[in-house]
């Protein structure tokens, strides 16, 4: 598989190591697969088609995943070699998100492949180079292995799930997101704007607001007084 750096990386390997550290594999499970039809026969190939229910977490947390329980098709192909089983296939799923600009829900078609060697635990390594011994624990972490003619494909269609998601979803390449203001949608209304103040006239704009209101009541005041001496001045 295409090596990952960062994060999701480290955690391909922490899971992947898990699973060659599993004791007991349960066949009832519908990620787990049996290649004792091969016979350890190297040449030998089977092809399956198996629809599952999605496991919980596959995908991106809090970005774009499959639902839990959602239809996950898989076509598979087994090779038997020296060293175990070559598993290639096909993953086909529909995932949902949120778009990371107007948080509108987010629907993508999802086709992934991948392909993975699954290792007797007595595979013979007599015919490989000798490695360091750094190299050797690493390879270990990486290397997933055959549990009495069983593989679990669990972390496999995880990792491969993962690579075909978006990172940050969009629900279209032109989405114009939400205000930075108000939040409202500027797909809905693309003329919505607010009229910007430059901060370094704010001060000055009060005080000619503060200016103007004083020149108003001065203006009302005069007109009273102005009214008042005419009435006075009547009455005489």
Known sequence: ????????????????????????????????????ELGRRPGAMQRLSREIGAPADLGLADVIGVPEGAPVKLNLRLESVMEGVLVTGTVRASATGECVRCLETVERELKADFQEMFSYPDADDRGRAKAEPADDA????????????????????????????????????????????CGVSLNDDPDHHHDAVDIRWAALQELVVTDQDGEKDNMSGTASDDVQSAAEKQEK
């Open 1 to 36: 598989m295409l090596p990952v750096s960062g994060g999701i990386f480290d955690l391909q390997r922490s899971v992947k190591a898990g699973t060659a550290l599993n004791t007991r594999l349960d066949h009832r499970n519908p990620l787990v697969f049996d290649t004792h």
């Open 138 to 181: 690493e390879d270990d972490e990486d290397t997933l292995f055959l549990e009495d003619g069983l593989f679990d494909l669990e972390p496999v269609l995880r990792d491969a799930v993962v690579l075909a998601l978006p990172m940050q979803p969009v629900c279209r390449e032109d989405c114009l997101g939400l205000c930075p203001d």
